[in-house]
């Protein structure tokens, strides 16, 4: 088996590491706070401190990080993983960021000998712990299949997409899809509940004609029942619309809806919610 690397075990890496762990796989971890990494560690993986220790005691490495400046500081920056990986490691970074980073980091670990992916995933935090995600690939077809068995233990759907960025984009697209239809079932329920209809029974019916969807039945649930512990939180839901509009700002592509459901999160964000998680959307029409 091959020695794997870890960093950032936050609400998504966490489960994913520990689904690889129990696979039989060794790990290496690394996290910027210290309870994760004590939590895995009494489970059997090493901790490392820092990026770059963690590359050089590991065959894979594997990154769950916020944004895209995170990704460029732990992998490029000082005591980073371009700093501790040897030639004929990979890298796959399974945050969500923009396009660009994810070729950039390609492109400087390839100058290292260093094959990357991009392969970013969605099914939050369920699917993270029992290992259903949907992960978008990126990159080379044979780091692809190098990577393949790795990802079938986190993740069922796992696609590759094409190029280098080609997983960021088709996740910019997901995220899009999946705002739109938050808001979509936010307005529809709202409505009723104005409108002196039962929500949960209108919600019942849709869910048997063609409008259903995994959004009306799991965030719709969560709406009328006003349970907004994240899952995926808002915050990072709005980050991942700000790379969809820069995408198709930079691609000449009208993104009239998602630019409308960024606003909306916005106005969510303003007033402190943005730890809530991302169905939390229902709030504004409140």
């Known amino acids: 088996m091959e020695r794997i690397g870890f960093i950032g075990l936050g609400i998504m890496g966490k489960p ?18 210290r309870e994760p990494i004590e939590e895995l560690a009494s489970e059997g993986a090493m901790p490392a401190s820092s990026p770059k220790e963690v590359a050089g005691n590991s065959d894979v490495v594997i990154t769950m990080l916020p944004d895209s400046p995170d990704v460029e500081e732990v992998v490029l920056g000082p005591q980073g993983v371009i ?16 396009p660009t980073t994810a070729r950039k980091v ?5 100058s ?3 094959e990357a992916l991009d392969a970013p995933v969605s099914g939050g935090e369920v699917g993270a712990r029992e290992g259903t995600l949907s992960i978008m690939v990126g990159g080379n077809k044979n780091a692809f299949q190098r990577a393949l068995p790795l990802f079938q233990i986190m993740g069922k759907n796992i696609v590759h997409i094409g190029n280098p960025g ?46 259903q969807s995994r959004i009306l039945d799991l965030h719709g649930k969560r709406i009328l029942e ?15 619309l700000g790379i969809a509009l820069q995408t ?7 993104l009239f ?30």
């Not at 390609?106 to 390839?110: A, D, I, M, T």
Request: with cysteine.
């Open 166 to 211: 080609a997983g960021q984009v088709a996740k910019a697209c997901n995220q899009m899809v999946v705002a739109l239809t938050i808001q979509a079932v936010s307005e529809a329920l709202a409505l009723a509940e104005k409108a002196g209809v039962d929500p949960a029974k209108v919600r019942e019916a849709l869910l048997g004609g063609f409008a």
């Open 83 to 98: 700093e501790g990986g040897l030639p004929g490691m990979l890298f796959i970074d399974m945050s969500t960021i923009a």
């Open 112 to 114: 290292k000998g260093i």
């Open 226 to 240: 006003r349970n907004f512990q994240p899952g995926f939180k808002l915050k990072l839901h709005r980050k991942d």
């Open 16 to 33: 994913m590491a520990r689904n690889l762990i129990k696979a039989g796989y060794h790990l290496v971890l690394h996290n910027r706070s």
């Open 257 to 286: 809806a998602t630019a409308q459901a960024a606003e909306l999160m916005d106005g969510l964000l303003a007033r402190g919610k943005g730890d809530l998680d991302h169905s939390a959307l229902a709030l504004f029409f409140e």
């Open 106 to 110: 390609y492109e400087s670990l390839k």
């Open 248 to 254: 198709g700002r930079e691609l000449s592509v009208p």
